[in-house]
């Protein structure tokens, strides 16, 4: 079973910040915070992942507390093409270990 | 970042037929993995394909129904067999790449079975 609890969905102005947040209370000392989504009948895609420490790339920005117990993934600008369904996944930080993905987040970005 | 490429990405089937999914990536990975995604439902795990030995099937899913073929490190295929409307979802593989353990998807073959 999935280890993290998203909201069903949510909704974010085109060009405003979105803040989807993720609650993994049981996570342990050696699993990280992983973010994928997936855009309507496409595969997921990877999108940022950290340990304790907040995490910056090309595509988002990741929040996650100090007890490492929640996290919010931001998209700083959000375009209508990151319209999709976010993923928040917790997991080893270890080779060949499957996703077990929980019912995400369904993020619309209305213009 | 691996390359995976899913044929067929789309198919329609007659029910009690079988449907053999192949995932071609382009580099060299120890797992493959296989996932379904029924109609508005997240994604669940099939099996684990390890080339040369057994697939490891997730608890739901048999050998029987869902044969797995992994001949070399860069190829898989998944068989839906004796199909019947309920097996209709979109059928996924993924591998795992670089240092950061990122997994990458194939597009998918949306099965629709009639």
């Known amino acids: 079973d999935a280890k993290t609890t998203q909201p069903p969905s949510m909704d974010c102005a085109e060009g405003r910040a979105a803040n989807l947040p993720c609650n993994h209370s049981t996570i342990s000392g050696n699993e990280y915070v992983y973010w994928y989504r997936q855009i309507h009948s496409q595969g997921p895609q990877y999108i940022i992942h950290g340990l304790k420490n907040n995490e910056t790339n090309e595509m988002a920005s990741l929040i996650i507390t100090e007890d490492r117990k929640s996290s919010t993934l931001i998209l700083p600008h959000a375009t209508l093409r990151d319209t999709a369904v976010y993923y928040c996944i917790v997991r080893p930080h270890s080779g060949n270990t499957p996703l077990v993905f929980g019912k995400g987040t369904r993020l619309s970005v209305i213009a | 970042s691996a390359v995976i490429s899913q044929k067929p990405s789309r198919d329609i089937c007659q029910r009690g037929t079988s449907l053999t999914i192949q995932c071609q990536v382009d580099s060299q990975v120890t797992m493959m993995f296989w996932y379904r995604q029924q109609p508005g439902q997240s994604l669940t795990l099939i099996a684990t394909a390890n080339q040369g030995s057994e697939a490891t099937y997730e608890s739901g899913f048999v050998i029987d129904k869902f044969p797995i073929s992994r001949p070399n490190l860069t190829f898989s295929t998944l068989t839906v067999s004796n199909m019947s409307p309920e097996d209709s979802s979109i059928y996924l593989c993924?591998?795992?790449?670089?240092?950061?353990?990122?997994?990458?998807f194939g597009q998918g073959t949306r099965l629709t079975v009639v």
């Open positions: 993924s591998v795992e790449e670089g240092t950061g353990f990122r997994s990458f």
